[in-house]
């Protein structure tokens, strides 16, 4: 259980060191039939700082928890990119594709946390 925190939190402090914006993690341990115990999901303004974003939760994670994602997608176009963790999964998104794709309110009856923007 240790190592999850630790990997949940260490996602949060990548996407946190680059200024990643709008932050919320899902708890989905209780949702029946859910593919992973959390996701992450945030936004970057551009391509390029959406890209800036995976790459450093995929360092910050790797340096805290030894851990590498078992999939990446989206990294060519960078609007839009999935983090595999297998129990955490992660959700970079530009604002405008966050808000057409909707995840956050996918489960009503997750237990859903803000994190705040700031280190």
């Known amino acids: 259980m240790k ?3 630790n990997l949940l939190q260490s996602i949060i402090e990548g996407i946190q060191e ?3 914006k709008n932050i919320t993690t899902i ?9 992973c115990d959390h996701f992450v999901i945030c ?3 551009t391509p390029t700082q959406v890209s800036a974003l995976a790459e450093s ?3 910050i ?4 928890t030894d851990e590498s994602p078992i999939r990446v997608q989206g990294k060519q176009r960078s609007e839009w ?7 955490v ?15 956050d309110n996918l489960w009503e009856d997750a237990n859903m946390e803000k994190i705040p923007t700031e280190v």
């Open 61 to 64: 994670v790797k340096k805290n």
């Open 43 to 45: 936004e970057g303004n």
């Open 57 to 59: 939760v995929e360092e």
């Open 3 to 5: 190592q999850k925190n």
């Open 18 to 20: 680059k200024k990643g």
């Open 89 to 103: 999964i992660v959700h970079i998104f530009l604002p405008e594709l966050r808000t057409f794709y909707n995840l």
């Open 27 to 35: 708890d989905l341990k209780k949702i029946a039939g859910s593919v």
């Open 81 to 87: 990119i999935g983090m595999d963790y297998g129990s």
